[in-house]
């Protein structure tokens, strides 16, 4: 079992350009909170706009620790635009897509990958899986893991979660 966890692992760490060694709390990220951090990354405007618009920012920029799978702007891209448009004009609908996106506690890369699903703050889980040396969050690849943050970490995924309805 160790064995497989470690091959596991390193093929996590081959697919992904963050090592999955802990980052150290004080590493640079970790001055900002998750709303600064995702804003400083240049690749995550959509996200940090609709957290914004769903009165979260704070939320996300308190003391609480917390793990954020953040989508990318190339994953809202691929969300159509009818869809995001029902979601900016329903803001509960818009707080749940987001807050599905987001698990209570800083769960390191070491820790999702041992992991089959997750509960999120909106209230279902996540399916969390490790497939051909990749990690799944749902049908959402992991493409980077371990951006730490002084309230929790960011791993970055390449698909918009949607809860089930």
Known sequence: MKRL???MLAGLAVAAPVTLARAPAHSSAAGKNIVQTAAAAGQFKTLVKLVQKAGLAGALSGSQKLTVFAPTDAAFAKVPKK????????PAKLKAVLLYHVLSGVVPASKVVKLS?????????????????SVYVNNAKVT?????ASNGVIHVINAVLIPPQ
Do not use: D, P, Q
């Open 117 to 133: 699903s997750a509960k999120t703050l909106e209230g279902a889980s996540v399916k969390i899986a490790v497939r051909g040396g």
């Open 83 to 90: 869809t995001l448009e029902s979601l900016l004009a329903h």
């Open 5 to 7: 966890l470690a091959v």
């Open 144 to 148: 980077k893991t371990n951006v730490f």
